[in-house]
């Protein structure tokens, strides 16, 4: 296998997602925990870019690392005793093993297929853009302002579009009834 | 290409760390480092430190931040939209119009429960 | 910055493919963080002089000429100061917290397109890319404040948190029309765009202009909005524990992000590089682009100078009930007259003069009313307190006024 700068890109994001991953389950410290879950998130982000899907990976920072990692800090500092060290292993080991290993399993069974499917074009594609580096062949990839007219057009997904404005008033209403109760 | 465009994006996410590192080693190395108890005491205006500061905080912040949540999703439809906006014509305004008067009465919600204010 | 080794390969007369890539982004990055790292060291002088002059003093004048090296004095006092890390602090947050803070505001500087064919990296999604990056610096707050162990600084980072989540809100909504307008998300494509349209977004969209000034102004946190280092009642914030080059490392950040808004919004509706002859003559657009940034500069140091520190229920109040209502309202009425007025075939100023009249008449409009209900509704808080007061016959200080209650 060559190494070409993308690989080794992918391989160092590879590394921060899984690794940093690792360590927001093992980590006994909350706060560390959301710190590590952001640098997999990060690394989430990285990924997304290699696969030439910018804007997702614009929004991964944006809204996961910005918004949802942050909204976990603050409910972390809700909890009365934040520091306090929970036990971090319980009974259920074997269970868990054997869950673990029947989900990798059953992915495995997904993707292998699919990996043969679409992988063979990758990295026919691949060969090509970087054997032509200068000009590159229009790979179709959809942009943003294919997405956004898929948004609106009506034999697009113009109702899920609405439909997800009101899934996220409603969360947001739902949101301030629960607060608002606890504090009460 | 757009990948070259991140290349750029990424060596300078690398080399980005070296402009703050850099001052900061040669200050270690050249100021003086004599640390003693009273020196590395937390310094909360002289008044002896009780406990840990990592405490509970108030819900306030919790709200705040969900709210800014639901907003920060908005915006993740409505950069496509605005990309999009000016090939599709007076539909594009009707549905992105909806979209955003339906969260707008989220924070009109949100405002007369008095979830915005600070108490 | 392609067009940047290309120029210099060209000038040094070595060949094109002589330097491994890798090396020749690492030159370009190099270059760009530099130029703009140093620019603090000048803008700080410049805002000391300014605010001086503000105040009827006069500033910095004793090292060098008008005082020019007081940054460099400066910068040299710092090299010299111990670093001080608090016994109880969690070390790695705390040790890693100013780094972050510098690498979210310098990585901002990819996307700005210098003069035709200079930028960092013409991303497709610009604009996105500055506000997540940006978006950064909250997480960088976060573990200074956790990091410390103190009370003041968690609070003080928590506080920061708020406002900086909060602010961002009415900052994209407001950036959303330029690339409304634009139809792309590409720095170099809205400014673009504004070139080819002979008139820049701001005669559009004066009312954005104005949210997305406030709004990065708060995003930065300075006075008026500078809540996070309230002196008189969290002593610093999060910065309380930091000391020497880390601490000055958040205020490089501060400066290099107050620096960079100039830029940000000169590219999103004052046309960036655009200029008369900025096509032809590449360097005059570095020049328009830098007049263009210092002007934007001066209106926060203006503010900066004239206007009291916010209470942090004002603070929220400001955003929530009235950035974020007109921020939404001046979208959707700048969408629809976009609509309603498409660009006449001839462009150019004179076409365009009805399309000027309403689009930025009714964004004006929208202003001025939001502006009108905030007035009312400031009387009415003041004339409530000062009923308040009257009958309880409290001292002048309650816990309405002086705004730490409630934390």
Redesign the interface.
Known sequence: MELTWELVAFLGFAVMTLGSGLMVVTSSNLFHSVLFLMTSLFGVAGLFVLLVAPFLAAIQVLVYIGAIAVLMLFVIMLTRQVMSRPELYNQQMAGALVAAAILFLALLFVLTPLADEIGGDVAQVNAEVIAEADDAPDVDYITVEELGRAFVTRNGFVLPFEVTSILLTAAMIGAIVVAREDEA | ???N?????????V???A???A??V???L??????N?I???????GVE?VG??????????????????????????????????????????L??????L??????L???R?G????? | MEQLYIDLENYLGIGTDSVPEVVRLAIAVLVLGTIFLLAPILTIWVERKVAARFQNRIGPNRTGPYGLLQSFADVLKLIGKEQIMPAHADRIPFLFAPLLMVVSVIMITAVIPLMPNYIGADLSIGALYFVAIGSLSTIAVVMAGWGSNNKYALLGAFRTVAQLISYEIPLVFSLLVPVLFAGTMSMVGITQAQADLDYWYIFLAPASFLIFLFSNLAEIGRTPFDLLEAESELVAGYQIEYSAMPWGMFMLSEFLHAFLIGPLVAVLFLGGWDGPFAEDVPVLGVVYLVIKSMAVYFLGMWMRATLPRFRIDQLMEFNWKFLVPLSIANLLIASFLWELFPEPAGGGLVDNFPRFIVMGGSSLFTLMVGLEFLRRKSVEDRERIARLIDEKNYPLATADQTGVAGD
């Open positions: 290409m757009e990948l465009q991140w290349a750029f994006v990424g060596v300078f996410f080399l980005a760390w402009f703050p590192l001052p900061i040669l200050n270690r050249v100021a003086p480092s004599r640390p108890k020196k590395t005491d937390i310094y909360e205006c430190t840990d500061a990592w405490g509970q905080m108030k819900v306030q912040y919790y709200l705040y931040a969900i709210i800014f949540l639901v907003f920060d999703i908005e915006m993740v439809f409505l950069f496509p939209w605005a990309v999009a906006y000016g090939a599709i014509g007076m539909s594009a305004y549905a992105g119009a909806v979209f955003i339906l969260l707008l009465e989220g924070l919600y949100a405002w429960k979830a915005l204010e600070w108490t």
